[in-house]
């Protein structure tokens, strides 16, 4: 079975702040999918990224940035210049299928940015 | 606007009462899926149906039933409540060939519900 673990139960900085979000996953399959979503205040679930096993390229869009390393079998999320809309519980998430999605979920990181 | 409706959005009960969790998605989707999230545990995967007409149990199925009544609708059922329930319920639903299909689960907003 697949697991996903966040380490970094919570996490503040002050604003502007770069911040990197752990995750490390477990599969023995050489086929899986990685994501990212984001949990505002409010509640529902923001999609941020998808990575596919066979595709190591970081990938970066604005302030956000992810590092995929197989040998190390994480998936680092980093936000650079920090802002208060970033503060958010964070979850990093693993399926082996593409066609019945099943997620398996992190356990999130709760990032406080401070003004 | 399209996507997956959750209702209600608010629930209390009191220990043993029944109730059920509606789920409808308008994006012609077959897989739908329900997600319990506690603090410190994540989302943890209860059902899911693979298209219409069929359900498999996930990570934490006990406790609770689903019926995928047609395409669109997959509910959850608590037959008898209990205060280890007490949780936020999400529900979602995805399809590989759905153009957006970079985006793996679309979540409705989800239900927060007590059990007293």
């Known amino acids: 079975a697949q697991k996903v673990t966040q380490a970094q139960t919570e996490i503040s900085v002050v604003e502007k702040e770069d911040v990197t979000l752990d995750c490390v996953y477990e599969?023995?399959?050489?086929?899986?999918?990685l994501f990212w979503y984001k949990q505002p205040p409010s509640g529902e679930l923001v999609f941020l990224i998808r990575?596919?096993?066979?595709?190591?390229q970081n990938e970066i869009s604005g302030r956000y940035s992810w590092n995929f390393q197989k040998s190390t079998s994480s998936f680092n999320f980093t936000i650079t210049a920090s802002q208060v809309v970033d503060s958010a519980v964070y979850f990093c998430?693993?399926?082996?299928?593409?066609?019945?999605?099943?997620?398996?979920f992190g356990t999130g990181t709760r990032l406080t940015i401070i003004p | 606007n399209a996507g997956v409706t959750q209702t209600p959005k608010f629930q209390v009960l009191k220990t043993g009462q029944s109730m059920t969790l509606q789920c409808a998605q308008d994006?012609?989707?077959?897989?739908m899926y329900w997600y319990r999230q506690d603090p410190g545990m994540g989302l943890r995967l209860i059902y899911y149906?693979?298209?219409?007409?069929?359900?498999d149990k996930g990570e934490v199925p006990n406790g609770y039933n689903v019926s995928r009544l047609n395409k669109r609708e997959f509910s959850l059922r608590l037959e008898s409540a209990a205060p280890s329930q007490t949780s936020v319920y999400f529900c979602?639903?995805?399809?590989?060939?759905?153009?957006?299909?970079?985006?793996?689960?679309?979540f409705g907003d989800g239900t927060r519900l007590s059990i007293l």
């Open positions: 979602a639903s995805s399809d590989p060939r759905d153009r957006y299909s970079n985006q793996p689960q679309h």
């Open positions: 599969t023995r399959d050489t086929t899986y999918y």
């Open positions: 990575r596919n096993s066979f595709d190591e």
């Open positions: 998430a693993l399926t082996l299928e593409m066609r019945n999605e099943k997620l398996t």
């Open positions: 994006m012609n989707h077959n897989s």
């Open positions: 149906s693979a298209s219409e007409g069929t359900t």
